[in-house]
């Protein structure tokens, strides 16, 4: 008697209802870590180095075939500097106009101006805008390709500018690797507008462009 008049047991909790509940932390969770605008490390670095050596490919093959038969490589540049043009010529495809990553000569001595040079502009090699497209054009692939899981323009835009990860750091130091110096004389990239224009504007502007679109697709 004194049991039937206890409190009833409590029934059984229903399994399907305990998984749900469980379930749906997990489920929010995932679902805000795809749409996070996190830097895509290692897709960048491969990307980025990709874009290089691509970009470096297509800038040199044009201006090769657009360079008059008459015209020799060692006309352009000393013999001993070929090695060098082949990647003053890349640095040379970033930017526009009168806003691109200049070639300069320095001297030891303070009364010499720096004289700047672009071998693209002022060669006849034919419209320099289609060398300043290979680099951007190839960046704006590689965005797309990063951003290409991304939800929203903000985690697109992150995702794609992680190009410059590979991108950038190759660029700044081969403006140091490819510097000649002789007999006072130094001639190479020049560090500031490689830093802006190739480190900066094209992977991260023309690579988080892409991703926004991808991000807003």
Known sequence: MGSANGPAPRPARDESESGVESSSPSTSSSAQS????GVSIFGGLFYGVLSVIAGWIGVVALFISRLPSRTDLQNVIGEEYVVELFAWLFYNAHGYKDF????????SAQSVPTQPFNYITQLPVGNALHFHLIPAALLFFCGLLLARKRSNPVSGFVAGASVA??????????????????AGLSLGPELQSTVLIAGLIYPVGVGGLAGILSGSL
């Open 34 to 37: 795809s749409s996070s605008p």
């Open 100 to 107: 691109t990553v200049d070639i300069v000569y320095k001297s």
């Open 165 to 182: 990860i590979g991108y950038a750091p190759i660029l700044i130091g081969g403006s140091f690797f490819f510097t000649v110096s002789d």
